[in-house]
């Protein structure tokens, strides 16, 4: 685990943050005086709401098993610096040692992911969404937030980073955003 990065706690039962069926008709207002289609990806095809829905509820169920965390923190890796020997000192075998294990230490093995970075991780590699659904996922997000805060200029992925959010903040505001996708999201046509 990185040092200095936030520890989860257990989601409470009841999160703070609530979605209310009034801030989903206020989303789907924003969505129709939006001037790109809330519903079409970079692709250029529409995605349906059903699609998006399943997106969403994938990345939930992906922080819930990795586990959610606010932000990461870049600067640990700044500390870390490099301690790759001179190679003149070191057999080939030695460097290549060396190398993979910089490379692994580079990766990191903490498995929590931020909301952004769960999008895109079910939009590349999950059975339950691709590129498309995952700008639509966060368009759709985007929205609601909007709509929650009465700011024009709010968007999901900052609000998810504030320091008093929490896991079950996150779940919630997954949870509503597949409602809104199946509630006013087109209808599959061969999505």
Same mark, same amino acid.
């Given at each position: 685990m990185?040092?200095n990065t936030?520890t989860?706690?257990?989601?409470?039962?009841?999160?703070?943050?609530v979605f209310?069926?009034?801030?989903?008709r206020k989303?789907?207002?924003l969505?129709g005086?939006?001037?790109r289609?809330?519903w079409?990806?970079a692709s250029?095809?529409e995605s349906?709401?059903e699609?998006?829905?399943r997106?969403?509820?994938?990345?939930?169920e992906?922080?819930?098993?990795g586990?959610w965390?606010?932000?990461y923190?870049?600067?640990s890796?700044?500390?870390k610096?490099?301690?790759a020997?001179?190679?003149d000192?070191?057999?080939?075998?030695?460097m &290549?040692?060396?190398l993979l @294990?910089? /490379? $692994?230490?580079?990766v990191? =093995?903490?498995?929590?992911?931020?909301l952004?970075?769960a999008l895109r991780?079910?939009?590349?590699?999950?059975?339950?969404?691709?590129?498309d659904?995952?700008?639509?996922?966060?368009?759709v997000?985007?929205?609601l937030?909007k709509a929650?805060t009465?700011?024009?200029d709010?968007?999901a992925?900052?609000?998810?980073?504030?320091?008093h959010?929490?896991h079950?903040?996150?779940?919630?505001l &997954?949870?509503?955003?597949? @409602?809104f /996708? $199946?509630t006013?999201g087109p =209808?599959?046509s061969g999505?």
């Open positions: 990185h040092a936030t989860l706690t257990p989601a409470p039962t009841a999160p703070g943050v209310t069926d009034e801030t989903l989303a789907a207002t969505a005086e939006r001037y289609p809330v079409t990806g250029g095809e349906s709401g699609a998006v829905a997106h969403l509820e994938a990345t939930a992906l922080l819930d098993k586990g965390i606010r932000t923190d870049y600067s890796d700044w500390t610096g490099t301690d020997a001179d190679e000192s070191m057999t080939v075998k030695d &290549l040692k060396s @294990r910089m /490379a $692994r230490d580079s990191g =093995t903490d498995p929590r992911r931020t952004r970075t991780h079910v939009g590349e590699g999950s059975p339950h969404g691709d590129t659904t995952d700008t639509v996922a966060c368009k997000l985007d929205l937030i929650h009465g700011s024009s709010a968007r992925v900052p609000w998810s980073e504030r320091l959010r929490t079950a903040d996150i779940n919630t &997954l949870a509503a955003g597949a @409602r /996708a $199946r006013y =209808t599959a999505c």
